[in-house]
């Protein structure tokens, strides 16, 4: 704001004085002048207005300003600070953490596609230059023998000296670093076949008559380099996409988000601001048709909300007053006015991003054998190239020397282990991308490996298999005063405690309307129950204990109580003075999906076994409902770990589902441990799974996207394997005996492109596999 008579303004955005008379940006807002020191801060306050007179702004969490990291795709154990190529692969490091989502395009992805398209449009006509004789255009014959070879020179040298440089480097740096690497072989290879064209231009009467042809002329092979180097920039571009396609999924997370909320100011009024711009405590309206913008809870409002997109359920969920709302989920036909709790990094949305993109730079333990093969495997095949040379050298029909230069760079070129390096890395980022869209959240790819050779499953029984919120089910009279007088008394003892079984009986006198009188005295005896003064009546309420505690006879209802034990109810007694008066049951209702799901774990291989602290009546009765293995339990947090550990020294895969803090010692323990996204924070950061909604189906989706990508990954390696296998031999001459001729570069360039297209294809199928 101006004040009158000064010619200095402060920016309200950045706090800079500002020469009102220097031709700056300003803005008019109720009455008042503001002046900016750029258009990009005055487009921020015109913006939001509220947002930087409130002071807000200086509110607003900042993340430390640390410098980007970058890493390895294939090789995520190299980290450094500067962007750079990977001295183990030679791949181009990428940024990370959780991505903006406005990038822009991706640099190398650009870079290679120029290089591809020039190394296209100079090797084509190199190509048919060179085979236009096989289809009656005898180019060299028309153009004379000397001239026909400099021009190949021409065309060809832009694509080596220009084009292939980033594979020159790499490959350099591969030796360098002393980790060879496909660069390694293809600078080989390329090199190998260019530089002797060039010498053969060159200097051709410096070649003896090994070298040359029956018309006594020395061979060149520049299109054989050319288009290598098409090839490869065709290789490497098709891969930068598909990789682009695997980080689709936190693309379609981050999109989730809208770009700016509705809030609603102080003084009533509402605009549209930007999304960065809400702190914790803002009140919001979510329209119709809008996606929720952060985490928060219903203040006023009815509506149904789709949350499929982050949970993988298809049914809208039903909100109200107090529910809780979780941003990037769609509002359905109802408005809603809520107030932010989370926002910015601290969302749900983003710390399921931030999940996915660390998981997707994680390193399956089958990795390893790809990597064991990789670290003998350039030597063996230089040395391979090295033995084919001089075996045809030697031993090859005239012009011998050619044939062994023709072997040598075709065994360098086809053997390139592109395709060995991307079998895993790229199914463990699709796959891991698709997991996210099913509500499943896979925290490293070891974790993924493991899931897939588990065959016990041990479950928590509440929050788990039931809703975790118990429900009043039976209340039983003896006394003339009925249900209703019973479950006051029994309301009136539990109205000051937190424990759900105490919050259930009072809910359900509340259900009734019933007037919940105050207690006196009161006194909680561990593990048995409650006891004090109601409307001047002694009045107990517990167990079986309990009751044996005061001296009071349960004949009257102990067969009751034990029918309603074995259809997984628990069950208190009420005393009134020294005499009972009947009894309450509390249930906590299974979930709708927890028998069906079980069923599918089954089919699937694995056996449940049920852990829980409840009594062992009560636990049965649960697990013969739903068809459970097998049941432990009166178990304490410390009992699950050591059951895990026994599990695991029988031989078995274990995995561990629960959602409490109990749950969090047996969660660490387990080969995987599975996390309920309704648990609390330490579950979730015990486990190597998380469930974005609280269900088993979402255990039955994570196995099958778990066994999916071994299967993947183990088709990747085998092809990979059978590729280089076959195609070796075939390059160093094995069939020549067989027809007359050796495997061209080109085609062996063509081939090796072609490995890892394959393996590329087969990878993103991850993308479109059936978890449901």
């Known amino acids: 704001m101006t004040p009158n008579g000064e010619q200095m303004a402060t920016d309200p955005v950045c706090g800079m004085s500002v020469d009102q008379h220097a031709g700056k940006p300003s803005y008019a807002y109720e009455g008042e002048t503001y002046h900016f020191c750029s258009q990009k801060c005055h487009d921020k306050f015109e913006r939001d207005p509220y947002f930087y007179l409130s002071g807000n702004h ?178 490497q571009v098709l891969e930068l996409r598909a990789r682009e396609q695997t980080g689709s999924a936190i ?143 030697a031993f090859g029909p005239s012009p011998a020397m050619i044939h062994a230069i023709v072997a040598a760079v075709s065994v360098l070129i086809i053997a390139c282990p592109c395709a060995l390096g991307l079998a895993t890395p790229m199914s463990i980022m699709t796959a ?11 925290r490293d790819a070891e974790a993924l490996e493991r899931f897939a050779a588990v065959d016990i499953l041990v479950v928590d029984k509440t929050g788990t298999l039931t809703e975790g919120k118990p429900k009043l089910t039976d209340v039983i009279a003896l006394s003339d005063g009925g249900e209703d007088e019973l479950l006051t008394l029994a309301a009136a003892l539990e109205k000051g405690s937190e424990h759900p079984l105490a919050e259930a009986i009072v809910a359900g006198a509340q259900a009734r309307e019933l007037r919940i009188p105050e207690a006196t005295d009161f006194d909680a005896v561990t593990g ?59 249930a906590d209702p299974i979930k709708e999906t927890t028998q069906e799901a079980i069923k599918a774990l089954h089919k699937l291989g694995i056996k449940i076994i049920m852990a829980t602290g409840d009594n062992e009546r009560t636990a049965k009765a649960v697990a013969r409902r739903l068809g459970i293995d097998d049941v432990k339990a009166d178990v304490l947090p410390a009992d699950k770990k050591a059951l895990i550990e026994e599990l695991r020294e029988n031989g078995h895969q274990i995995a561990m589902a629960g959602d409490g803090v109990n749950d969090a010692p047996a969660l660490a323990a387990a080969d995987v441990g599975i996390a309920m996204g309704t648990g609390a924070d330490v579950a979730v950061e015990s486990a190597g799974v998380t469930l974005v909604k609280g269900d088993l189906n979402g255990i039955v989706r994570a196995r099958k996207l778990a066994t999916g990508t071994i ?20 390059a160093a001459g094995i069939l020549y005996p067989f027809t007359g001729t050796l495997l061209s570069p080109m085609i062996a360039a063509a081939a090796m492109s072609l490995s890892s297209v394959s393996v590329i294809s087969n990878a993103l199928q991850l993308r479109t596999i059936k978890l449901g």
């Open 58 to 235: 200086k509110k607003q969490q900042k993340s430390a300003a640390k410098g980007t990291q970058y890493t390895c795709p294939m090789h995520p154990e190299i980290v450094q600070d500067h962007p750079g190529d990977c001295p183990k692969c030679g791949m181009a490091l990428e940024p990370m953490g959780i991505p903006s989502g406005d990038e822009g395009p991706n640099e190398e992805l650009v870079d290679f596609t120029r290089r591809f398209w020039v190394s296209t449009a100079l090797a084509l006509p190199l190509l048919i230059l060179t085979m236009g004789e096989m289809v009656g255009l005898p180019f060299e014959d028309w153009i004379g023998a000397q001239l026909f070879t400099w021009i190949q020179l021409v065309l060809a040298s832009p694509v080596v000296l220009w084009a292939a440089f980033p594979f020159f480097k790499r490959g350099w740096s591969s030796i360098l670093n002393r980790s060879p690497n496909m660069w390694t072989l293809i600078s080989l290879g390329v090199l190998a076949a260019y530089g002797f064209s060039v010498v053969a231009t060159l200097f051709p009467g410096s070649f003896p008559p090994s070298f040359q042809t029956d018309a006594g002329t020395v061979p060149v092979y520049y299109e054989a380099a050319a288009v290598i180097i098409a090839l490869v920039f065709l290789g």
């Open 251 to 393: 693309k379609a997370l981050l999109d989730l988000a809208p770009k700016t909320a509705r809030r609603i100011n102080p003084d009533g009024t509402e605009k549209d601001v930007p999304l960065e711009n809400i702190l914790k405590g803002d009140k919001l309206r979510v329209r119709p048709g809008d996606s929720v913008p952060v985490d928060g809870i219903v203040l006023d409002g009815r509506s149904s909300v789709d949350e499929s997109m982050i949970s993988g359920e298809p049914v809208p969920v039903e909100k109200t007053d107090g529910d809780k709302l979780t941003g990037g989920t769609l509002n359905r036909n109802g408005s809603l006015i809520m107030q932010a709790e989370l926002v910015g990094a601290d969302t749900t949305l983003s710390k399921i991003v931030e999940m996915v993109a660390s998981a997707q730079r994680s390193r399956a333990p089958i990795q390893g054998l790809a990597d064991k093969v990789a670290a003998w495997f350039v030597p063996a095949v230089v040395i391979i190239a090295i033995l084919a040379f001089g075996l045809w050298a």
């Open 432 to 442: 891991t991308g698709r997991g996210a869209m099913a509500g499943v959240l896979i």
């Open 528 to 586: 048995k129950g409650v006891q004090g003064q109601v409307m001047n009546k002694a009045v107990a309420l517990g167990n079986r204990a309990m009751m044996e505690h005061l001296s009071i006879d349960i004949s009257k209802l102990e067969s009751q109580a034990a029918d309603m034990q074995n259809d997984g109810k628990t069950v208190m007694y009420i005393a009134h003075g020294d005499e009972l008066s009947g009894i309450v049951a509390v």
């Open 711 to 730: 299967r993947n990954i183990k088709q990747n390696l085998f092809f990979a394997f059978a590729y280089n296998g076959a195609g070796i031999p075939i």
